[in-house]
């Protein structure tokens, strides 16, 4: 079991079984997918930055294309580097994003490489593959917390609201079999848990952002220093 600060990180399956629970389907994995859908849904609408890392990682271009990693969100920088790990050319750096962060003195950082590529559904696509020289790719970027199977992960405070949102959604797809009043109680539970958990979490987000970003954004800035 991970943790972050206080708070155990735990796989959203864990949900979806006590929902089954409570919803009297625990018998049947029919709707197990409907719900790790929904389960994914309901992260989203929280937001909690425990449920997101800051990483690091060498990805291997093919074809002009370096296939991004589980769990993806932004790109914060990237380099081009060699067989052995070794960065060189001037990182590319989302100034945008890490200015928004609180990170300071990023601009004379980047570089003419940020319109060398984008980012197209899953992948790194570069514009001129002709011009690379290497075929390796160092990148920093936000990731969602997930396993193994790349199911995202949720803080243990969260699997209450997760729960009433499942059961909400399933009791509204499945109408005909659950009474009005409980849809709508697993409806206010998960309105109430939802504005409980954005608020710690938005009192948490800046300083814990400011604090990663920073410290990974001096790690690249450092590096490209020393090797000049």
């Known amino acids: 079991m991970i943790e972050v600060g206080k708070y155990s990180i735990v796989s959203l399956q864990e949900a979806v079984e006590s929902a089954k629970e409570m919803l009297r389907i625990q018998d049947t994995t029919e709707f197990d997918g409907f719900l790790l859908r929904k389960a994914d849904e309901a992260m989203r609408h929280i937001g909690d930055a425990t449920t997101y890392a800051k990483r690091a990682c060498t990805v291997d271009i093919v074809d002009g294309r370096a296939k991004l990693p589980m769990g993806f969100i932004r790109l914060l920088g990237a380099r081009m580097s060699d067989s052995n790990g070794n960065c060189f050319d001037q990182p590319y750096l989302d100034l945008a994003f890490l200015t928004d962060c609180g990170c300071e003195n990023v601009a004379s950082t980047n570089s003419g490489f940020n319109n060398s590529f984008e980012i197209q559904e899953g992948y790194i696509v570069f514009h001129v593959p002709s011009d690379l020289e290497t075929d390796k790719m160092r990148i920093a970027y ?58 710690m979490s938005q009192r948490e987000r800046f300083e814990e952002n400011k604090r990663q970003i920073g410290a990974l954004l001096n790690a690249w800035i450092t590096s490209d220093r020393n090797d000049r």
């Open 142 to 199: 936000i990731s969602r917390t997930v396993d193994e199977d790349g199911l995202m992960l949720m803080s243990e405070r969260h699997e209450r609201g997760i729960e009433a949102y499942l059961c909400y959604q399933f009791t509204v797809s499945f109408f005909e079999n659950y009474p009005v009043n409980i849809r709508q109680e697993y409806q206010r539970t998960w309105k109430n848990q939802k504005q409980h958990l954005k608020g």
